[in-house]
């Protein structure tokens, strides 16, 4: 065992897992942060200010200085004992700075309750609810600020200082609140569907968290509040007293990996649901850069208890071994040196469990000062100016002058400390009480002092392999030596901190995952967006860009597949919907072509009724009246020349036969052309009216005729006299040449529509000749029991609709 004089504090900071989940955790809330302040403030040059944006970006900027300070202590081991470890410079920013992680981590949950009552939206009449708690927890902010203030005098003036119990709990009220008022927000967001008042209500209240939402806002409200658990169950984590056994290796592994979660869980929820535009690689690569942190750290928690069972304390004593510390010179020096295992006899009177004071016999020197009284505490620990503490040993070489034996900590079992004085010397025997399961953290040592200043420690009984942890120094022996304490003029300390060669040995395996997990984030932020918009976006780009081609009107489109994968399936199903739209274009095309021919064949044939017709009205008005009268003078001729000679009557009588038989020929070709006539269905008539607008005043009729069955003969009239006057309308009000006419016949219903883009019309406000015509179709309509519609507007066209049913 080589001893040396203790050199300068050392600065040193030795990584190890909670410091890596630390910084994982540091470097995602700084991408975090980075996009929320880069969204809020877009948004506000844009006039689009949105509270809860900022708030979030508020939240997470706190988080920063949060994770760097609870790195910075983590990196130390400090924290349980002080903020300050024996390497420690006690007037370094980086010591200074870890009281602050609770002011900086305070404005975290505040952000959150304000969160609360502004978003998804503000929360109905709680405006000065708001103003009240917010009131309140700035002040409690302040209050926290002040308490890292004298932590920090605290540690300067080399004195272990926590900050008060009683306001250690606010912040986890806060998270409870801040989980109410997000339950509020949800039952705000689906109060439409609670019942009014009763049991059944607070059911429905109580099971809010499990109902998914059915809107947009109750399904954030209800993401945002499931989140707040993992924050009760961290802040509850830190109303453990600071000074507490608890508060140790397992709190520290909890409270790590919850606040990762944390930060996962809101950047799932963050991208996911905020108001504004997240754009999709963006949310590929924060997920995926906080699922590559987690389980870089999860390796990392995972192999380190394999680890930490291979450290073995190379300076650490074994049964049977001993050191004397000589003084060195009138100075008050020492020089510490192997010894001959030469214990006393264990006698003397046991000390209090908690240690006590003892009256020495004669004038022992301690580094250049003669003292007549030690201190001797729990552990054994001899101090030579008050009741020594384990936290004395975490400021430099110590607060006081000290003998540390073995400065660990008893088993369950508890210890004995006896102490015997006598003219020469002072005999200190620490004795654990062990059971089976303390076996390994079973100690007993001896501490001679004799008259002369020489100091020996006789170690009686040393695990061969005692177990260190992490943040818990005195699990294992963490010093043996002595100081001299802040008075460094009486001599250099001769310490041996086993707990810093602890973690010097953790810190040879995590410190090159530093730059690997630095140079993982870094290559996940560039290379996911690389990886994602060739293999994903890429694929998706093509399909977006055809479907909109296929929107513009190119019918005949195909996307092409670069792999076979779920996107891929999405092409191959578009070109194949493209595909058969592509086909059942075509069979319209083929179906109209033969509309149109048989359109043109009505139309011709129309063309011949409409001859016939006239044909038929020019000889009933003309030929057959003309034959009429003819016949009818032509008849009388034989009775007026009754005196004439046989032939000459005769004659006559032939006239008149020949009027009548030219009269029943005319009569019959006219009702032949009336059986015709009464044979047209309402199609053609329709058909014969549209031909006769398009011929006689150029007016475009897009028109669209179907008659699977006759109608009666009085819906026959009113609806061809309805479809007249609607042509008529559009051709003098509309101000267009384009109309498009559509008409449908079933055996117990039909319907017409006319319908123009043209100029349009108030109803209520038109002219009286408009009013007299809608009028008179209305009227038209109630005699058959139709309902006629007429949707108009000014600017936005007129349509006519006829319904009729049977």
């Known amino acids: 065992m080589g001893w040396s004089t203790a050199s300068a504090p050392d600065a040193s900071l030795f990584w190890n897992p909670a410091a890596l989940s630390y910084l994982s955790q540091l470097l995602l809330a700084l991408v975090l942060a980075a996009y929320l302040v880069r969204r809020a403030t877009r948004d506000s040059r844009q006039g689009r200010f949105h509270a809860p944006t900022w708030i979030l970006a508020i939240l997470m900027l706190s988080l920063v200085p949060v994770f760097c300070t609870t790195l910075l202590r983590v990196l130390t081991a400090g924290g349980w004992l002080s903020y300050a470890m024996p390497w420690s410079r006690l007037d370094a920013w980086t010591t200074l700075a870890m009281p602050w992680a609770r002011p900086f981590g305070s404005i975290a949950p505040v952000a959150l309750v304000l969160l609360g009552y502004l978003f998804p939206r503000p929360l109905p009449g709680t405006r000065r609810e708001m103003m009240l708690i917010m009131a ?41 609140w801040s989980a109410i008022v997000f339950w509020r927000q949800l039952a705000a967001a689906q109060a439409d569907g609670l019942p009014a008042s009763g049991w059944r209500r607070v059911r429905a209240l109580l099971a809010l968290p499990w109902r998914p939402g059915p809107s947009r806002e109750g399904q954030v409200s209800r993401a945002f509040l499931i989140l707040t658990i993992l924050p009760i169950i961290h802040t509850a984590t830190l109303l453990v007293p600071e000074g507490s056994r608890t508060a140790l290796y397992s709190i520290d592994i909890l409270i790590c990996w919850m606040a990762l979660v944390q930060l996962v869980g809101l950047t799932l ?52 071994e001993a050191v004397l510390f000589v003084p060195r010179g009138p100075h008050g020096g020492y020089a510490g040196q192997p010894s001959a295992f030469l214990p006393e006899r264990v006698r003397g009177p046991a000390l209090n469990p908690q240690g006590g004071a003892v009256t020495l016999p004669f004038d022992f020197p301690f580094y250049g000062r003669e003292y007549r009284r030690v201190f001797i505490d729990r552990l054994g620990t001899i101090a030579f100016d008050r009741m020594p503490r384990p936290v004395d040993a975490a400021f430099e070489s110590g607060v006081q002058p000290a003998i540390y034996p073995l400065l660990v900590d008893t088993p369950s079992g508890g210890t004995q400390i006896t102490a015997f004085a006598s003219d020469e010397r002072l005999v200190v025997t620490r004795r654990d009480r062990c059971g089976p399961e303390d076996v390994r953290r079973c100690y007993q040592v001896q501490t001679i002092l004799h008259a002369d200043g020489r100091i020996e420690v006789q170690f009686l009984d040393v695990p061969t392999a005692p177990q260190f942890a992490m943040f818990s120094p005195l699990d294992a022996p963490w010093l043996t030596g002595i100081t001299p304490g802040t008075d460094m003029r009486a001599g250099q300390a001769l310490l041996q901190d086993h707990y810093r060669t602890f973690l010097a040995h953790l810190d040879r395996l995590y410190a090159p995952f530093v730059p690997f997990i630095a140079l993982a984030a870094l290559a996940t932020l560039i290379g996911l967006p690389i990886v994602f918009r060739s293999f994903l976006l890429a694929p998706l780009d093509r399909l977006l860009r055809g479907m909109r081609r296929f929107r513009e009107g190119e019918s005949d489109i195909q996307v092409p597949a670069s792999y076979r994968d779920e996107i891929g399936y999405l092409i191959e199903a578009f070109n194949a919907l493209v595909r058969e739209q592509t086909a059942l274009t075509r069979r319209l095309e083929d179906r109209v072509a033969d509309r149109v021919a048989e359109i043109a064949d009505m139309t011709i044939q129309t063309t011949k009724l409409e001859e016939r017709a006239r044909l038929s009205a020019d000889l009933h008005d003309a030929v057959a009246q003309t034959l009429a009268s003819a016949t009818l003078h032509a008849s009388a001729l034989p009775t007026r020349l009754q005196n004439l000679a046989g032939p000459d009557r005769e004659a006559a009588e032939q006239v008149a036969r020949l009027n009548r038989h030219a009269l029943r020929e005319m009569r019959q070709l006219l009702t032949e052309l009336r059986e015709d006539d009464a044979q047209w269905s309402l199609t053609h008539r329709l058909g014969e009216l549209v031909h006769s607008f398009e011929r006689l005043h150029a007016l475009k009729i897009d028109c669209e005729l179907n008659e699977a069955a006759s109608l009666p003969p009085e819906v026959f009239a009113m609806f061809y006299r309805v479809a007249q006057e609607a042509l008529n309308n559009v051709l003098k009000h509309s101000g267009v040449d384009e109309v498009t006419l559509v008409f449908d016949a079933l055996e117990d219903r039909a319907l017409l529509s006319v319908s123009d ?21 209305r009227d038209r309509a109630e005699t058959i029991g139709a309902t006629l519609e007429i949707e108009t507007a000014p600017g936005k066209g007129c349509r006519v609709t006829m319904i009729w049913v049977r």
């Open 757 to 777: 883009d043209g100029r349009g019309f108030d109803p209520a406000r038109g002219d009286r000749r408009e009013r007299l015509g809608l009028s008179i179709m």
């Open 269 to 320: 929820v963050l991208v996911g649901y905020l108001p504004e535009r997240t754009t999709f690689l963006f949310r590929l690569t924060a997920i995926g850069l906080a699922v590559l942190l987690a389980a870089l750290t999860g390796a990392s928690w995972v192999i380190a208890p394999a680890y930490e069972r291979q450290f073995r304390a190379p300076d650490l004593a074994a049964s049977g």
């Open 136 to 176: 309140v927890l700035f002040a409690l902010i302040v209050a926290e600020t002040g308490i890292a203030v004298r932590a920090d005098i605290a540690i300067v003036m080399r004195e272990a200082w926590w900050r008060p119990q009683w306001i250690a709990g606010w912040m986890h009220l806060c998270i409870l």
